[in-house]
């Protein structure tokens, strides 16, 4: 495994997302935006309406995450990454709409595998259970769609060097199948 | 019992921290002793700032263990564990996380109800438990009726497939809660109640403890590691509780526990 930091600015580029490789380490900095399964079926019903989305997602990164209440005078409670395959239904839809990348933890189905290689997107994880740790590179939180959602409301994060490991690239590699490969103990 | 939900939340417990510790010396992998470097350091803030070690704080599991001798009054038990749940986690800043219905899906605002858990037992003292359950870990987990004839090595394939089977997704690395016995709602709470166990601890029972120990070592060459990065620490521990049988059956209830393996309990 590389152990080079790659640094990211999102939103991202084609060229950003194609020069990623399942294993790398990146920091992102910039704006991204969160979304669980509630969130996700609402932004697939207004694409199956043909409506506009309450955000533009091209090149944009979603991080799957519900975060715990902000404590007076933070920007945000604990926020590690949910398991990502409840949103795989929904991702291939949103890939189509120009996501660039997605944020959680956990396998991806191979529909969304193929759909990240065909739109040109990344699969990163966050360490889930370090939501307090993680919460510290989120500098701004606001709600921008779907309030009633409470935790599960879209969010705008202003993030600075939030940690994450590429799982999937735009090329197939797969750090979970390559990881966990790597090392098993084979039994004869 | 708002304390008890806060505390579980805040301050992981000494024997997880000190498995994290074995975990990163016994860790080949490279990613794999960084993930546990996070996670002492995650704990760390945790209990320094009392906020939730992870934003899922989960379902609150309570186990009542009340004495014979004891009379409650001035109402119902349940409904001031309920009282206490909805204090606790909205006063301590904890994630809401219960829907009112599985289709309906409603947040009820305040995480509960509770899923309450009582039992008597001798003597005159009241003793809570409170195990907040994160749902990544608890959709990991699985159910088998065996037949009796697939016996130890039947039980110790489900199990093993039930982790291969979770992957990265439970957060590892986890521990694994093995009932095994009863009836199909016993081995599942056998499971549950196995997680309570300090972590490591054996079973009392010698075939037991060896079981525990087998399967570990098992769990650990499936590869999967830290967070499904690949390594050699995918699960900390396996804790296994067994129970009479009825003779047509073999039940076999794997619930999984991620590394936040949070609960308190007080004694009144």
């Given amino acids: 495994m590389s152990t080079e930091v790659i640094r990211l600015t999102a939103p991202l580029s084609d060229p950003d997302a194609e020069r990623l490789r399942a294993g790398q380490q990146v920091l992102i900095s910039g704006i991204i935006y969160t979304g669980r399964d509630a969130a996700h079926k609402k932004l697939v019903e207004l694409l199956d309406r043909g409506e506009e989305l309450p955000v533009d997602l091209n090149g944009q990164i979603i991080y799957y995450v519900g975060p715990a209440p902000a404590k007076p005078g933070r920007v945000i409670g604990s926020a590690g990454p949910t398991t990502s395959g409840r949103m795989d239904a929904y991702t291939p839809r949103l890939l189509a709409a120009g996501l660039k990348a997605m944020i959680g933890k956990g396998a991806r189905s191979e529909e969304v595998k193929e759909a990240m290689k065909k739109y040109k997107a990344v699969y990163l994880a966050a360490v889930g259970g370090a939501g307090a740790l993680i919460a510290r590179s989120i500098k701004k939180a606001r709600v921008v769609a779907y309030p009633e959602l409470g935790a599960e409301a879209v969010f705008e994060l202003v993030v600075e060097d939030f940690p994450a490991i590429v799982v999937n690239d735009v090329w197939g590699g797969d750090l979970y199948l390559e990881g966990r490969k790597k090392y098993a103990i084979l039994k004869e | ?268």
């Fill in chain 2, 1 to 268: 019992m708002a304390g008890l939900c806060q505390e579980a939340n805040f301050q992981l417990g000494a024997d997880v921290l000190a498995a994290f510790e074995k975990g990163l010396q016994e860790e080949t992998a490279p990613a794999g002793k960084d993930i546990f470097r996070q996670l002492l350091e995650n704990a760390r803030i945790a209990r320094e700032e009392s906020v939730p070690m992870c934003q899922d704080t989960g379902f609150a599991v309570v186990f009542v263990e009340i004495g014979q001798d004891v009379h409650i009054t001035g109402g119902d038990l349940y409904a001031a564990i309920n009282e206490g749940v909805s204090k606790g986690y909205r006063e301590g800043y904890l994630r809401k996380s219960i829907l009112n219905h599985p289709f309906e899906r409603q947040n009820t605002g305040d995480n509960t109800p509770a899923v309450i858990h009582c039992r008597l037992v001798p003597g005159d003292q009241l003793k809570i438990t409170v195990a907040p359950k994160g749902g990544g870990s608890e959709n990991m987990s699985g159910l088998k009726m065996l037949k009796p004839a697939e016996g130890v090595a039947g039980v110790k394939k489900f199990v093993v497939e039930q982790v291969s089977f979770a992957g990265p997704n439970p957060c590892p690395p986890i521990i694994v809660g093995v009932g095994i016995g009863g009836t199909f709602e016993k081995a599942a709470l056998l499971a549950k109640e196995a997680l309570l166990r300090p972590v490591g601890q054996k079973n009392p029972r010698p075939e037991i403890a060896q079981l525990e120990e087998e399967l570990l070592t098992e769990i650990n060459q499936l590869g999967i590691g830290p967070q499904g990065l690949g390594g050699r620490v995918t699960a900390l521990a396996v804790h296994v509780e067994v129970y009479a049988v009825h003779m047509a059956s073999l039940p076999v209830a794997v619930n999984i526990n991620c590394h936040a393996a949070r609960h308190k309990s007080i004694t009144l």
